[in-house]
């Protein structure tokens, strides 16, 4: 049993956890240790994880449910069922976008988690020149091995 120097919550940063090792034990522990300790102490597993991709279909019924002109699309693998892709375009983007400027940019970004994916996200410039959301994906990020191409 670990006794508890800490109370470890979602704000916890790993500073904190290698500071109260270091004064507890007289112990140093790098940074990539203490954020991994972090998670394993908030049970943020795989499975977690997992188990948040399957509440997926759950949580876009409920987006249609409130508001009906939202359009949404969740991709599962046929055999498996795990997640592969998902698109969400509130129904409030999409009226809206009849107001804003003929433009739009899409730009995608890593995400910080066990799965590689990528979230894309398209926004336009409304009315008061500010940046507007217009739809967002979450994608499996393809990486190529190296020799290929």
Known sequence: MVPQLLLVEKSTKPAEIQNAIRIKYNTQIDYQAAHKVKHALLED???????LCTQLPAYFRLLQLRDPHTYTHLSLNQNTGRF?????????????FGYCRPFI?????????????????????????QIFP???AVVE????LPGST
């Open 141 to 144: 990020a393809k990486i190529p």
């Open 105 to 129: 940019a899409l730009d995608g970004t890593f995400l910080k988690t066990r799965f590689i994916q990528t979230l894309l996200q398209a926004v336009t410039i409304d009315a008061n020149n």
């Open 45 to 51: 597993t795989l499975e977690v994880e997992r188990d």
């Open 134 to 136: 217009l739809a967002y």
């Open 84 to 96: 592969q892709r998902l698109f969400i375009c509130p129904g409030a983007s999409q009226y809206a």
